[in-house]
């Protein structure tokens, strides 16, 4: 086995548009992520049994279900109930929606690590429900959860080869792609393997910095 380095060349220009697409999956399902995962969250932490008990079978659900199969049901399966989006765009909210249900687990454990004095000290001064969950919980809360909530942006990072199976040309589709048609395979996927490994280990690295920036 010999490297061609002109294969890498000849890829390269592929290799740019699915790393593009990699990264607007990651962005949007980050977002979709963050936000459902706390407003999951929130739900579970409702008065009422008639609202906690449906979510937490919803969340349970989705957690307990490979990531794979919820891709298949959103892009064959909703089509045939008139509810179309594109191959990106249903790869995006597959990801936001799966890893959701983790954010959730987060955004939990950091409301309950606020010391009970916090929301004592908010009763005391007659705040507004409303006003002592923005003013007084969600900021301690969140300044807890950051570091986990972008060790999930990193695993959702590597989940993001799996849109390749609904046809969505991340890196790993372009790279399969190329091979298919040039019969060249261990130059595109070696330049995706380091992909990976350059974007998300220094990404680890600035999650750890900021670990112990917040810790201070």
Known sequence: MTWDWSAVGDFMP????????????????????????????????????????????????????????????????????????????TGAIALGLHYSTYTMQVYRAGIEAVPAGQWEAATALSLPVRRTWTAVVLPQA???????????????????PMLMTITVLDMLGQARLFSQQQFQFTEPLTVIGVAFILISYPASLLIRALERRLVR
């Open 14 to 89: 592929r290799f740019w548009d699915g790393l593009l697409v990699t990264l607007q999956a990651l962005v949007v399902g980050s977002l979709i992520s963050f936000a459902l995962g706390l407003v999951w969250a929130l739900l579970m932490r409702a008065p009422s049994r008639w609202v906690r008990w449906p979510v937490g079978m919803v969340t349970e659900f989705i957690r307990n279900t490979p990531l794979l199969v919820q891709l298949f049901f959103l892009f064959f399966v909703l089509p045939e109930w008139n509810i179309t989006f594109s191959a990106l765009t």
């Open 142 to 160: 969140i300044r807890r959860v950051v570091p986990a909530l972008g060790n999930y942006v990193i695993a959702m990072l590597k989940d993001t």
